[in-house]
Structures are given as C-alpha cells and as structure tokens.
C-alpha cells in the first residue's frame, strides 16, 4: 500500500508563492500518473496538474497554466507543485494523488490519496 504525505501550504498574499510536496512511502509498478487536485468549501474536487512518471509529459488545468509547475524528485519519490502568482480563487486544500497511466485527470482516475495540505491565499 502506497501513501501519500503532502506538505508545504500556508498562508499567503496573492501574489505570493508556495511549494508543496508529496512524498510517497513507496515506489509502485501501477504509479504510472501521479496528480494535484484541490477542493475549495462547497466545492467539488478539482484536479490542478499531473505528470506521467515514465514520460515526463505534464498537463494543467486551465485556471493554473502559466503559474503553476508539477515536477518530481525520482530519488527522493517526491512530487511538487510549485505555485506562483497565487490568487484568492486558489484557496483549497490541495490533495496530491498517484495512479495508473491510463485515465485523465479526474478524480475517479487516481487509486492513492494523500490527506491534503491547506492553502489560503488573501487578497
């Protein structure tokens, strides 16, 4: 079994920047995808990014691209997600995920869940 510890929120002003992290206990054959979603109150879960592993290839929602950057410490079995440029409308608390190759970012898609990490962002 695959955990998932993330770290690194806080809070900011828009503006400002935040890294977070997700170490993973374990490396895994059926990790092929890990991902970012966040979930702001009242709202539904939402992914943010993911990276393909093997292939290095990452995706981002629209509401980030351009501010946001998804990367990973093979090494060190660490995601990232380096936020700048941080608006109110970022506020979530922000969950990293890992699953198969197959499937895109959706929340269905993704086997491990890690507990989430807050980040506020004031104006």
């Known amino acids: 079994q695959v955990q998932l510890v993330e770290s690194g929120g806080g809070s900011v002003q828009a503006g400002g920047s935040l890294k977070l992290s997700c170490a993973a206990s374990t490396y895994s054959l059926d990790i092929q995808r890990m991902a970012w979603f966040r979930q702001a109150p009242g709202k539904e879960r939402e992914g943010v990014a993911q990276l393909y592993t093997v292939i290095g290839i990452t995706t981002y929602a629209d509401s980030v691209k351009g501010r946001f950057t998804i990367s990973r410490d093979n090494a060190k079995n660490t995601l990232y997600l380096q936020m700048n440029n941080l608006k109110p409308d970022d506020t979530a608390l922000y969950y990293c995920?890992?699953?198969?190759?197959?499937?895109?970012?959706?929340?269905?898609?993704?086997?491990?869940w890690g507990q989430g990490t807050q980040v506020t962002v004031s104006s």
């Open positions: 995920a890992a699953g198969p190759f197959a499937g895109t970012l959706r929340e269905r898609d993704f086997n491990y």
